[in-house]
């Protein structure tokens, strides 16, 4: 019995250990993540310094309404997350399961309302080609979009854990992983708002 | 359940500062649009990072891994503007 016990402690320890790990091995990723928009987040403070009048004339052409909403979305999508993974650590699996849902219905609205933004921008001739703002908004919200494609391709990954029984109160690290990462997606966002759609 | 009522008010500041930053956006202050604007989101930034990230519960080396890119972006991006800001 005391063997038994021994052991036990030793696996949660063992868990408790991995899920330290894993934390570290997000927040790294993270870091190169914040590399790679780095170097556009410097472009667009170079370029914005040196063609003011461009990027304030320019700027003028984004719809706002459309960036706030989207802002707005993915605030909310943030809060689903991060109350599904409060929920599993409580046990409440249903309650998880929903949250994943929410978010990955809201990031698809996300996806929906750039969709519409990009379809107008290239219907008023308004491409990347255009001149260096429109270069800088494409390739910033793009490179954002492909990462909320990855967030939802892993967010599905975890409905589809979840409805298999994979997660339980004791045992929600891929969850709780996925939820930081989703979280940096949305926190780029919330840069590339303002600095894209109202200060130009 | 006071798990869930702290999201909720970061939520809610998310979302009152988003009007914020937008109604900011509407006035002529020169500059400092641009510097209300990074105000506004880095406040946003720390309150996603702290509270839903968990980063306020975190350890030391989770909060190095989490401010030394940080630092490294702004010395990137000092470092750039020494050049191209005096050519």
């Known amino acids: 019995m005391a063997e038994y016990s021994e052991k036990k402690a030793m696996a949660s320890e063992g868990t408790a250990g991995a899920f330290e790990k894993a934390k570290l091995g997000i927040w790294a990723f993270l870091a190169t993540e914040l590399m790679l928009f780095g170097g556009l987040f410097t472009a667009y403070t170079v370029y914005r310094i040196r063609y003011q009048a461009l990027f304030h004339e320019q700027h003028l052409h984004l719809n706002r309404t459309f960036g706030a909403v989207n802002t707005v979305i993915l605030i909310c999508s943030s809060l689903s997350v991060a109350i599904g993974i409060a929920a599993i650590k409580a046990g409440k699996l249903a309650v998880l399961k929903l949250c994943l849902a929410i978010t990955l219905g809201l990031a698809s609205s996300f996806l929906f309302i750039k969709y519409l933004e990009y379809s107008e921008h290239i219907g008023n001739g308004e491409l990347p080609s255009s001149n260096l703002f429109f270069s800088l908004y494409y390739m910033m919200t793009g490179l954002h979009a492909i990462h909320v494609l990855a967030g939802m391709a892993a967010l599905t990954t975890m409905l589809l854990l979840t409805n298999r029984g994979a997660f339980s109160k004791e045992y929600s690290t891929p969850v709780e992983i996925t939820g930081i990462y989703w979280h940096f997606v949305d926190l780029v966002w919330i840069y590339l708002f303002p600095l894209l759609y109202l200060i130009g | ?87």
Do not use: C
């Not at chain 2, 988003?18 to 002529?28: E, R």
């Not at chain 2, 350890?59 to 020494?82: D, N």
């Open chain 2, 1 to 87: 359940m006071r798990a869930y009522k702290t999201y909720i008010f970061v939520w809610l500041t998310l979302l009152v500062l988003t009007a914020a930053t937008v109604s900011v956006s509407y006035m002529q202050l020169g500059v400092f649009n641009a510097v209300a604007a990074l105000i506004i989101a880095s406040v946003k930034a720390s309150l996603v990072a702290l509270y839903f990230m968990h980063l306020r519960h975190e350890k030391e080396l989770v909060w190095a891994f989490a401010l030394f890119p940080i630092a490294f972006l702004a010395l990137i991006i000092a470092g750039t503007l020494t050049d191209t800001l005096f050519r």
